[in-house]
Nanobody, 127 residues
Framework: QVQLVESGGGLVQAGGSLRLSCAAS????????MAWFRQAPGKEREFVAV????????VYADSVKGRFTISRDNNKNTVYLQMDSLKPEDTAVYYC????????????????????WGQGTQVTVSS
């Protein structure tokens, strides 16, 4: 029902920046809260950031707050993750996800609320 495709990953030096994009199908994109999660090898998939349906609210993991910015453009059916001051600890596969939520709160930090997931894009931070 919703198809998500991430792009923008790559290799970057510590302190550098990357901008990830997630393109969604469908004409009801604004019905979903959109989030970014990440997963490093051998580790659990962890919450990174979430943005409300119309972009009015955002929540970030403590580990990325002040460095990452999530945004969305509902006219383009796209959600973004601007990543600045990257650290080697940010190395992971980054996934976008969509939640057909009618509410807003801490529950959206849990991956269990997300019905749709992209394939992921690799981010590698060296040094």
């Amino acid at each position: 029902q919703v198809q998500l495709v991430e792009s923008g990953g790559g290799l970057v030096q510590a302190g550098g920046s990357l901008r990830l994009s997630c393109a969604a199908s469908g004409r009801t994109f604004s019905s979903y809260a959109m989030a970014w999660f990440r997963q490093a090898p051998g580790k659990e998939r962890e919450f990174v950031a979430v943005i409300s349906k119309f972009g009015g609210s955002t929540v970030y993991a403590d580990s990325v707050k002040g460095r990452f910015t999530i945004s969305r453009d509902n006219n383009k059916n796209t959600v973004y993750l601007q990543m600045d001051s990257l650290k080697p600890e940010d190395t992971a596969v980054y996934y976008c996800a969509a939640a057909p939520t009618t509410g807003w709160g801490d529950h959206l930090k849990s991956r269990n609320w997300y019905n749709y997931w992209g394939q992921g894009t690799q981010v590698t931070v060296s040094s």
